[in-house]
């Protein structure tokens, strides 16, 4: 939840800039309402720059990275830097990319990769790219449709209706655009989000991992940082400009506007804007959700990840095959895995419950003379908290331990789904094509599987959750499997992966061959599967439903007290829901503790410092090195002869901004935003404006890789590089 007052402006000696950390993550239609406070912080272009429906502007070179199917959905953030569409983003972001096209002959991950031609750009099926064309605020045309009597189910039902209604109105009114409304504040606000979604984008380049991932867990979610995080790729277009699948025939996107990328000095005090798709923050929480955030969610995550994550490195150490198929599953897994760790300890180093207390007694006072739907709110919470408690830790180890823990049984409950569905067609070719589709979605599923990894971690999380989770929720199947084997769920991972369709891809095309629904529903990992699976609806649904609307409408209206509160006195921002969002300060040394500064940049100096074994977190390549130690550096140095490579600003971002882009007072790309610090990992939750940081990828670093170390001259060609 935010605080209830907006941060203090923060200021240094008289001798330097003011600083602010301005806490919020602002809808880019309303960057009127925070102009001043922004010119104030150094910024020099007008409102219009940053977003306009009728001129070019900052809005039209920000683009939301997504999937197929759910391309409002943005996983990570990017930015236009051409006038032929080239993109940059994180390397984390396109690691799953490059994952996808390494094999153990060619391994981008390992080695990097550059096309030093358009035509050795490689086509990524799936991958979106969406650019915002304009938003509209649609409270109205919902909330008149709204009583305070409808039933939480009846007004969830009238929203999407409506919301609906106006999306496809939107994309009759803009051909070519897809349209999404999404809810602001709890369901206070509404707005309307036009977009137009790109289909065809292409990997162009991104260095090795031990540059792209320099630092690896150790360094993750902290600073100093040297992590050379950036890859790039290519929108293409129909000849006509239209977004369109990919083909051969299809061309470079001309975007309405790109961001040029400066080489100038960085000062501590600079001003410094973050654009971005920022994906969750949950500041309008209560001590309530605090309370089962750090003792069950947090805790369970961490604690049953770090089972996956030992076998995974061990796994993954052994073989190159297995590291490949494995390493951004990995990465994804444990960057959560440190971020709920590191969450808790801010939440309790900064004393976060106290704050949301405060909060919840200022609210109180201001209720006592309001309608008793205000009242009434903070014990809705209090009790909807208070009754699904005895079940969210069962549904945490399911989830956690056995549906995502070992991929097989998520695998198994969507496949063996869909595949009861397709065995009962009566129509046999319509059946056959849906299990051709079958066997080629499997394919992409086995292609980065191991089996005695799978079976691995099979083992240990059914040990883990047998071992820690309440008897009565705990699947039957483990419970049998303890029984029959004493104990050796090793054992019984063996056995049951020896008689699966699932275990590899050659059983299951076997299957596939002849297909038989009795087969499948007696087959030992898809009984587990779907028991695991109904038991977790089975517990959900214990939660009383009276309660759980409770807790919706009780938020709803304690965060419109809020709003009430603050309503002419401090403007707040919405929580991040993965729409396009500013966020404005300055680029910022910091002290976290006793006795220690950190400066506000790092450079090529720390890498050679941190140089590891190889193979290890802090590898470093020996072209690297050989570059360094010729201090051939060229234009992309610093006035004291540096390479920079990160920096660090107090702009307000979360996960989802990771690659967006850093952006100075004239509107040049200045960095890529990567990272935050974990002495304020309790950002998601509670802003705190003297320790929060964003890390930040030096743009002179990223140049400087792509011409020097990659020596990929035609990239830099297209680059408007500002000095």
């Known amino acids: 939840m935010k605080r209830l007052f907006i941060t203090a402006l923060l200021a240094l000696v008289c001798a330097m800039p003011r600083m602010y950390a301005d806490e919020g993550m602002w809808l880019l239609s309303l960057v009127g309402k925070s102009y001043a406070d922004m010119q104030k912080a150094g910024f020099k272009l007008s409102p219009e ?4 429906v009728n001129k070019s502007c900052l809005k039209d070179a920000i683009v939301g990275l997504g999937n197929d199917g759910r391309p409002f959905w943005h996983f990570c953030t990017g930015e236009i830097i051409s006038d032929q569409g080239l993109i940059s983003t994180n390397h984390h972001c396109g690691y799953g990319k490059l994952q996808e096209h390494s094999t153990v002959q060619h391994d981008y991950l390992r080695d990097g990769f550059w096309a030093y031609t358009k035509e050795e750009e490689l086509p990524n099926p799936g991958l979106t790219a969406s650019i915002l064309v304009k938003m509209e605020d649609v409270t109205n045309q919902i909330l008149t449709a709204m ?76 600073w100093p940082r040297h992590t050379c995080d950036f890859s790039l790729f290519r929108i293409y277009t129909a000849p006509d400009g239209t977004p369109a699948p990919y083909s051969k025939n299809n061309v470079p996107l001309k975007p309405k506007h790109h961001l040029p990328v400066s080489i100038r000095e960085l000062n501590d005090g600079d001003y410094a804007m973050v654009m971005g798709f920022p994906g969750t923050t949950n500041r309008f929480l209560t001590s309530y959700g605090l309370e089962e955030t750090m003792d069950i969610t947090n805790k369970l995550v961490y604690e049953i990840r770090t089972v996956k994550i030992n076998i995974l490195r061990e796994e993954m150490a ?126 992409e599923f086995y292609k980065d599987y191991n089996q005695a990894t799978e079976m691995k971690v099979f083992a240990a999380m059914a040990k883990y959750v047998f071992t820690n989770m309440e008897q009565r929720y705990c699947p039957s199947f483990i419970k049998q499997a303890d029984k029959k084997y004493k104990g050796d769920f090793n054992k019984y991972a063996q056995e049951l992966f020896k008689k699966s369709i699932f275990a590899n891809e050659e059983a299951f095309n076997k299957f596939l061959d002849k297909p038989s629904r009795k087969t499948l529903e007696k087959d030992p990992i898809f009984v587990a599967a779907m028991e695991t699976y109904t038991k977790y609806r089975e517990i959900y649904a214990q939660i009383p439903k ?125 960095g890529l935003a990567f990272d935050g610090n974990s002495e304020a990992m309790s950002g998601d939750i509670d802003f705190e404006e003297n320790l929060q940081r964003c890390i930040c990828l030096d743009s002179r670093y990223m140049l400087w890789v792509i011409d020097k170390y990659a020596g990929a001259k035609n990239l830099i060609d297209e680059i408007d590089i500002v000095k």
């Open 546 to 670: 009276e309660s759980a609307e409770g807790l919706t409408r009780g938020t709803r209206d304690f965060v419109d007290g809020i709003l009430q509160i603050n309503s002419g006195k401090n403007l707040l921002a919405p929580d991040a829901n993965s729409t396009i969002r500013f966020t404005y300060g300055n680029v910022k040394a910091y002290s976290p503790k006793d006795a220690v500064s950190y400066s506000h940049y790092t450079t090529l100096d720390g890498v050679i410092q941190k140089e590891g074994p190889k193979g290890g977190e802090f590898e470093v390549p020996a072209r690297l090195k050989e570059l360094y130690y010729a201090q051939d550096f060229g234009r992309y140095a610093n006035n004291k002869n540096q390479l920079p490579t990160c920096f660090i600003t107090n702009n307000d971002i979360t996960g989802g901004n990771s690659g967006s882009p850093v952006i100075d007072a004239h509107g040049n790309l200045i």
């Open 318 to 443: 052994a073989s190159q095959k297995v590291r490949i198929q494995y390493a951004s599953k990995y990465a994804s897994c444990s960057n959560y895995w440190k971020y709920s760790n590191e969450q808790n300890k801010a939440l309790k180093q900064l004393n976060t419950m106290k704050v949301k207390r405060e909060t919840e007694q200022e609210y109180s006072k201001w209720a006592q003379g309001q309608l008793p739907k205000y009242q009434q709110a903070l014990q809705l919470i209090s009790d909807g908290y208070k009754d699904r408690r005895p079940y969210r830790a069962a549904m945490m180890y399911l989830e956690e331990g056995l549906l995502t823990g070992p991929e097989i049984l998520w695998e198994a409950v969507g496949t063996g789904i869909g595949l009861q569905q397709i065995l009962d067609m009566e129509d046999r070719y319509q059946r056959d094509e849906a299990l051709d589709e079958v066997r080629k979605k499997a394919a």
């Open 147 to 222: 009583s305070d009597d409808m039933s939480e189910g009846d007004r969830a039902k009238t929203v999407a209706r409506l919301s609906k209604e106006i999306a496809e109105k939107a994309k009759k009114e803009n051909p070519g655009c897809e349209a999404m409304v999404k809810d602001m504040f709890n369901g206070n606000q509404y707005f309307l989000f036009i977009h137009k979604i790109y289909k065809d984008v292409r990997l162009v380049g991104a260095p090795p991992s031990s540059m792209g991932k320099f630092g690896g867990d150790t360094d993750n979610w902290s």
């Open 49 to 52: 720059d940053i977003y306009s």
